[in-house]
C-alpha cells in the first residue's frame, strides 16, 4: 500500500532533520549556512505533506484497488515518496562521509568547487522540485481524485458491510461443509453445557478463512434453545459499542415482549444499564462474532454480566490477544484441515451429484494437487471445490485451472469471499506491520523464516521505530510476535524454552499478499519457470528457484534497494558487478549460499548498504572499499571462505552483527569445533556490535574486547587458560550478554571463566574445567545462573559427578555432556532439572551406570545416549520419563542393543539406534 512506501519516507526525513545529524550539517557546511537551512526546511515541508497524504491514505482500503483514476494518483505519489527517500539516503551519506573525510575531495581533475557542494546543490535542488511535485498532486486530488466519500464507499462502511457479509454467508453453511471438526464441536458442546454456573467466556482463535464463525453457528443453532435467551452480534473492526448494544437487545427480544422492547429512544448509558438489569435474571447465551480488540470485548463485558447462572460468551477472533481473555483452559485454537479432511471437503463441493462424492480417477492426481495449493483452509476449499463443480470433468480443464490457479485467487470473482476475508486482516494491521508482513510474501511457498533472520532483515530494511529504551531487534522481535498472535504469519517452532524460532505464512495468505506488493511496487520475486525477464518494477527483489546464471540487465536495477537470492544451488552468479556498479541505493545483499568466490571493489559504492550476506559462499577475500560501507549492520561471512578481514573493517562504527566463523568438526564433538579470523586492531571501535562470532582469541583482542558493552552473543575461540581472568573482566561490562560460547586453544587448557552474567541465557564451554568450578563459578550459581537455559559443556575432564552442582539451575532446559565427565556414575535425583526437555550424554567412555530416579527431569522430551562404551546395563529408571517424543542410543555394541530391544521399560517405545563400527 502506498503508506507503507510514505511512511518509510517520513522515517528517513525525520532522521535526517533529528538534532544530531542536524547540528553535524551545520558545523560541517558552516559556509552555506542558508542552503543548509533552505534545505532543512524544505524537507520539513515534504515531510508534513507526506504525513497528511499518509494519514488520508491509512483511511482507505483493498476497495479502491481496481479504481485506475486513484491507481494513478497513487503511483505518483509513490514515485515522488521513492525519490524522496533517495535523496534523503544521499544527504545522510554527505553528512557522515564529510564527517569522517573531511572535505578536501574533487569532482574530478580541472573542477574547483568541492564535491559535496556539488552533491549538496544537487539535493536541495532536487527536494525543491519534490516540494513543488507533492504540491502539484495534493491539487490533482482536490480536482480529480474523490478518495473520501460519504455513504457506503466510506472506509468505516466498507469494512462493516464487508464483515457482515462475511459473517453471514459463514453462518449459513450447510452442514455437509463441515468437515473434520467433530473434536472441536464436542469441545465446544462440552464448554457450553457444563454444569459450572459461573459465566465462561470461550473463545475460537484462527486466521481467517479456517471456519470458526461456521464452527460457531453450527453449535450455536444445536443449543441456543437451552438457554434462557441468546443472541447472536457481529463486531467490525469499526464497531459502534451503541450499535452492538442495540443488535444485542433486538436479538434477545427478537420472539418476545419484554422491558427491551422500548429502547429506540435511549442513549448508550440507559442501553447499559437496561441490558444488564434484564440479564441479571437470564441464563443466555451471546456470541461475539470477530472481535478485533480487546478494547471492544471490554467494552461489552461489563454489560455482559456474571450472573452466576450457567451463562456463556463465546467470542470468535483472529487475534491472539483478544482470545487471551477467555476463561482459563477455554480457547480454542483452529488449525488447517489435515490432508485427508481436506481432500473430502473438496470432493464434497467439486463432486456433489456422484456416488458417494468420487472423483474419477483420471482426475485424482491433478486434484490432489489442487487440494495441495489450499493448504488445509477451508474457506479455499469450499470456494475452489465449488469453482470446480461448473467446469468440465477433463483432464485438460482440470491442468488449466491448476496452473492459474494463483491468478483465478487473485482475480475470479467467484472468489471474492477468499480476498475478503483475508483482505480485512491485512486492512487492520498498523502500517509498520503492514510493511513486515508484505516483506515475508516475497520469499518462496512454505519459506521457513528464522527468527534472528527476518529480524536482522527488518533492521536493515528500516521497518522498525525505536522505541524507549529497547533496541531495535527487541522491538523487532516484538513486531514479529504481534503478526504472530494476529495470525498473519504461523509459528512453526519455538526453541527449548519457549522462545519464538521459526515461522511460515500460510500459501494462500501469501498469495494475495504478493499481488499487492506487486502492485503496490513494494517489491517483486522471480523464479525462472518460463524463462520470463524482470519487467516489473519494484524496490525489493527475491529471486527464487533459477534454472541458469542471471546474466541480462533488468530494468529496475538502478532502483533495487534489497536483491535476496534463495537458490543456492547455482552453479555460476554473475550478475554481482552488475549489483554493484548500477544499483547505489542498494539497503540488503543477501547472496548466501551462491558460490561467489570475489567481491568486486565497487561494493564499497553502495553507500546504503546495511545488510551484506556471504553466508556459505566462496568469497575469499573481502576488498578493502568495504570500509566505506558505513551504514553497514550486518556482515555474514559464516562458514565463508575468508581468513583475514581487511584493517578497514575497524571503521564500521554502526555493525551490530558480525558473523566470521567456519565449522572445522561437522560433529561438532572435537575439542575445536569452529575456525574463525583475527580482526584487525582497532576492534574496541565497533561498540554498536551485538553479535560477534567468532572471534580469535590474542592479546591484542582481548584487550579491546571489555569495550563492545553492547554484546548479546559473542563466541570467542583459541582461549589461553592465561587469557580467562582479563576475559572475566570484559564479560562483566556486558551485562546484555545472553549467548556466551568460549573454546580453548586445545585439551590441556583449563578455562576459568568468574563473571557474573544475569542476563545468560545460554552456555557453552569447550575446555578443561578445574576441579570445583561448577561451584565457584558465578556462571553456575543458582542467583548468577537463574536466566541460564541451555547449557552445553565439552571437554571439561570433569572426575566429580556434576549433576549435584547443576541441579541448581532449576530452569535449564537443554543439557548437554560431551566429553564433559570422566567417572563411572551418574545420578538424576527426584526434583532435579524440573524444567530440562533435552538431554544429550555424548561421549562418556567411562560411564557405566545411569540411575533416574522418579520425579527427576519431570518435563524431559528428547533424551539421546551417543558412544557411551562403557555403558552395559540399561539405564535404571529410565520406566519414569516414558513416554518421550524423542529416544536415541547411538553408536552402540550389538549386546547393549540386544538388552535394550528385551527392556521392559521401553517397550511399546518408539527409539532409535545406530551400532558402533
Not at 456422484?354 to 474457506?379: M, R
Not at 584487550?703 to 559473542?714: I, V
Amino acid at each position: 500500500m502506498a503508506e507503507i512506501v510514505i511512511l518509510l519516507a517520513i522515517k528517513k526525513i525525520g532522521t535526517a532533520l533529528a538534532n544530531g545529524v542536524a547540528d553535524q550539517a551545520s558545523t560541517l557546511f558552516a559556509k552555506n549556512g542558508k542552503q543548509i537551512l533552505a534545505l532543512q526546511g524544505s524537507m520539513g515541508r515534504v515531510a508534513r505533506e507526506l504525513r497528511v497524504m499518509h494519514d488520508v491514505l491509512c483511511q482507505m482500503d483493498i476497495r479502491n484497488r481496481n479504481n485506475q483514476v486513484y491507481e494513478g494518483w497513487l503511483e505518483e505519489v509513490r514515485k515522488v515518496a521513492h525519490v524522496m527517500e533517495d535523496m534523503v539516503d544521499e544527504y545522510l551519506y554527505l553528512v557522515g562521509h564529510e564527517h569522517d573525510t573531511g572535505c578536501c575531495f574533487y569532482l574530478k581533475k580541472g573542477f574547483t568547487k568541492p564535491r559535496y557542494l556539488l552533491s549538496l546543490n544537487r539535493i536541495a535542488f532536487k527536494v525543491k522540485e519534490i516540494e513543488k511535485d507533492l504540491t502539484h498532486l495534493s491539487e490533482t486530488k482536490n480536482r480529480w481524485v474523490h478518495m473520501i466519500n460519504n455513504g457506503d464507499t466510506s472506509s468505516s462502511s466498507y469494512i462493516v458491510k464487508r464483515s457482515k457479509d462475511l459473517a453471514n454467508i459463514s453462518r449459513s453453511l450447510d452442514e455437509e461443509d463441515l468437515v473434520g471438526v467433530d473434536k472441536n464441536r464436542d469441545k465446544l458442546e462440552q464448554w457450553l453445557l457444563s454444569d459450572d454456573l459461573e459465566r465462561s467466556v470461550i473463545a475460537l482463535l484462527g486466521m481467517g478463512g479456517l471456519g470458526k464463525t461456521s464452527l460457531a453457528a453450527n453449535v450455536y443453532r444445536k443449543h441456543r434453545e437451552k438457554f434462557q435467551c441468546h443472541a447472536w452480534v457481529s463486531i467490525s473492526q469499526t464497531y459502534s459499542t451503541e450499535h452492538v448494544l442495540r443488535n444485542i437487545i433486538k436479538e434477545l427480544s427478537r420472539d418476545k415482549v419484554s422491558v427491551l422492547s422500548n429502547t429506540a429512544a435511549m442513549d448508550i448509558t440507559c442501553l447499559e444499564e437496561t441490558l444488564r438489569k434484564f440479564l441479571e435474571q437470564q441464563k443466555y447465551l451471546i456470541i461475539l462474532d470477530d472481535v478485533w480488540t480487546p478494547e471492544a470485548f471490554d467494552d461489552l463485558s461489563r454489560v455482559l454480566i456474571n450472573n452466576k447462572k450457567g451463562s456463556r460468551l463465546m467470542i470468535t477472533t483472529r487475534e491472539g490477544d483478544v482470545a487471551a481473555l477467555a476463561s482459563q483452559g477455554h480457547t480454542l485454537t483452529l488449525k488447517p484441515l489435515p490432508e485427508d479432511k481436506a481432500w473430502d471437503l473438496f470432493c464434497r463441493k467439486a463432486f456433489p451429484r456422484d456416488t458417494n462424492h468420487e472423483c474419477p480417477a483420471e482426475l485424482y492426481p491433478l486434484s490432489e494437487q489442487i487440494v495441495s495449493k489450499c493448504k488445509g483452509l477451508p474457506l479455499v476449499i469450499v470456494l475452489v471445490g465449488s469453482l470446480l463443480r461448473v467446469r468440465e470433468k477433463t483432464v485438460e480443464e482440470w491442468r488449466r485451472i491448476h496452473a492459474q490457479l494463483s491468478w483465478e485467487l487473485i482475480n475470479n470473482s467467484r472468489l471474492d469471499h477468499i480476498r475478503n476475508v483475508l483482505h480485512l486482516s491485512f486492512i487492520y494491521l498498523p502500517t509498520h506491520l503492514k510493511c513486515c508482513f508484505l516483506h515475508c510474501s516475497l520469499f518462496s511457498e512454505d519459506y521457513c523464516f528464522k527468527r534472528k533472520q527476518l529480524i536482522r532483515l527488518w533492521t536493515a530494511e528500516g521497518f522498525i521505530e525505536e522505541r524507549g529504551e529497547s533496541t531495535l531487534e527487541e522491538v523487532a522481535e516484538g513486531y514479529l510476535k504481534e503478526l504472530i498472535d494476529r495470525n498473519m504469519l504461523g509459528l512453526v517452532k519455538r526453541n527449548s524454552f519457549g522462545r519464538m524460532k521459526e515461522f511460515k505464512m500460510h500459501d494462500i495468505l501469501r498469495e494475495l499478499a504478493l499481488d499487492l506488493c506487486q502492485k503496490n511496487c513494494f517489491g517483486v520475486t522471480y523464479e525462472d519457470k518460463h524463462g520470463r525477464s524482470f519487467e516489473r518494477n519494484g524496490r525489493r527483489l527475491v529471486l527464487h528457484k533459477q534454472k541458469k546464471d542471471i546474466q541480462q540487465s533488468f530494468s529496475s536495477v538502478r532502483r533495487l534497494r534489497t536483491f535476496v537470492m534463495l537458490d543456492d544451488s547455482m552453479v555460476t552468479f554473475t550478475l554481482l558487478p552488475l549489483l554493484c556498479k548500477e544499483s547505489r541505493y542498494m539497503t540488503v545483499l543477501e547472496l548466501s549460499g551462491l558460490p561467489i568466490e570475489n567481491i568486486p571493489d565497487a561494493i564499497g559504492d553502495l553507500f546504503n548498504l546495511r545488510h551484506l550476506g556471504l553466508r556459505d559462499s566462496k568469497v575469499k577475500m573481502l576488498p578493502s572499499s568495504v570500509e566505506k560501507l558505513s551504514n553497514l549492520l550486518t556482515l555474514d561471512l559464516l562458514r565463508s571462505d575468508v581468513h583475514e578481514l581487511p584493517s578497514g573493517i575497524v571503521k564500521l562504527k554502526k555493525l551490530r552483527h558480525l558473523f566470521v566463523e567456519k565449522r572445522i568438526n561437522t560433529d561438532l564433538r572435537g575439542i575445536k569445533c569452529f575456525g574463525g579470523v583475527h580482526v584487525p586492531n582497532g576492534l574496541g571501535n565497533l561498540t554498536n556490535l551485538q553479535t560477534l562470532q567468532a572471534l580469535v582469541a590474542h592479546h591484542e583482542s582481548i584487550r579491546h574486547l571489555r569495550q563492545l558493552r553492547q554484546l548479546r552473543s559473542l563466541r570467542l575461540l583459541d582461549v589461553k587458560g592465561s587469557y580467562c581472568g582479563r576475559i572475566s573482566e570484559s564479560l562483566v561490562q556486558m551485562q546484555c550478554l545472553s549467548h556466551l560460547d568460549v573454546n580453548a586453544s586445545d585439551e590441556n587448557e583449563v578455562l576459568s571463566l568468574n563473571a557474573p552474567l544475569p542476563n545468560l541465557q545460554r552456555l557453552r564451554l569447550g575446555g578443561r574445567l578445574a576441579e570445583g568450578a561448577l561451584d565457584a563459578s558465578p556462571l553456575f550459581q543458582a542467583a548468577g545462573g537463574q536466566n541460564l537455559h541451555v547449557l552445553n559443556l565439552y571437554w571439561s575432564q570433569l572426575r566429580e559427578d556434576p549433576l549435584p552442582s547443576l541441579s541448581r539451575l532449576s530452569n535449564l532446559t537443554h543439557l548437554e555432556f560431551t566429553r564433559a565427565y570422566s567417572g563411572e556414575q551418574l545420578s538424576f535425583l527426584t526434583g532435579w532439572f524440573p524444567k530440562l526437555k533435552i538431554l544429550y550424554l555424548i561421549d562418556l567412555p567411562n560411564l557405566n551406570w545411569l540411575e533416574i530416579q522418579q520425579g527427576a527431569m519431570a518435563s524431559l522430551e528428547r533424551l539421546y545416549f551417543v558412544n557411551l562404551s562403557s555403558m552395559m546395563v540399561v539405564p535404571a529408571g529410565i520406566e519414569f520419563l516414558m513416554p518421550l517424543q524423542s529416544l536415541g542410543f547411538f553408536e552402540i555394541t550389538s549386546d547393549f542393543f540386544w538388552l535394550l530391544d528385551q527392556c521392559s521399560a521401553i517397550l511399546g517405545t518408539q527409539w532409535r539406534y545406530t551400532l558402533r563400527d
